[in-house]
């Protein structure tokens, strides 16, 4: 099953249109994948406090499709992807009741926390990555077949 993460859109969310500010939808992009990496089973505390290894995000984009208000139930859909030793892709698909609003990607490479040079993903970042993507790949794959019939 296909990582997901809800989250409804608070005032504080909003810009002076009323509307999801564009940096935020990133910001709650973040709190899923955040949610993910503890939904499988990696510590978050020490994941982010003291890591030998970190993760920082070196690109991201969002395309907003629709706008997000203030009372919107969000969902936050994962589909993470190994780009090659040290690198990993993250594709975030966000709905309001089953309709896409937007859609983001954000790039993190592997580096040495403390040289702060690239290094290979460990294997609990590879485990996850390799779980996530098998999970995506289901979710697809059973979609494809009840649109076929």
Same mark, same amino acid.
């Given at each position: ?5 809800? /989250? ?22 973040? %709190? ?32 907003? &499709? ?5 009372? $919107? ?13 040290? *690198?990993? $892709?993250?594709?975030? &698909?966000?709905?309001?009741? +089953?309709?896409?609003?937007? *859609?983001?990607?954000? /790039? ?7 040289? *702060?040079?690239?290094? %290979?993903?460990? $294997? +609990?970042?590879?485990?996850? &990555? ?6 995506? %790949?289901?979710? %697809?794959? /059973? *979609?494809?077949? +009840? +649109?076929?019939?």
């Amino acid at each position: 099953m296909i990582f997901t993460y809800q /989250r409804t859109v608070r005032f504080q969310d909003t810009d002076a249109a009323g509307v999801v500010y564009f940096a935020h939808t990133l910001s709650m992009c973040h %709190e899923a994948y955040e949610e993910s990496l503890q939904h499988s089973g990696i510590n978050i505390k020490t994941f982010f406090t003291h890591p030998n290894v970190a993760f920082p995000i070196v690109h991201a984009n969002v395309d907003f &499709l629709r706008p997000m208000y203030c009372g $919107d139930n969000l969902m936050i859909s994962l589909i993470p992807q190994k780009i090659n030793v040290d *690198k990993f $892709d993250i594709t975030y &698909l966000i709905t309001v009741a +089953e309709v896409i609003v937007a *859609k983001a990607v954000t /790039r993190h490479v592997c580096i040495d926390a403390n040289s *702060k040079i690239k290094r %290979e993903l460990p $294997d +609990e970042m590879i485990s996850w &990555l390799e779980t996530n993507r098998r999970d995506a %790949e289901g979710a %697809e794959r /059973r *979609k494809s077949r +009840e +649109e076929i019939m």
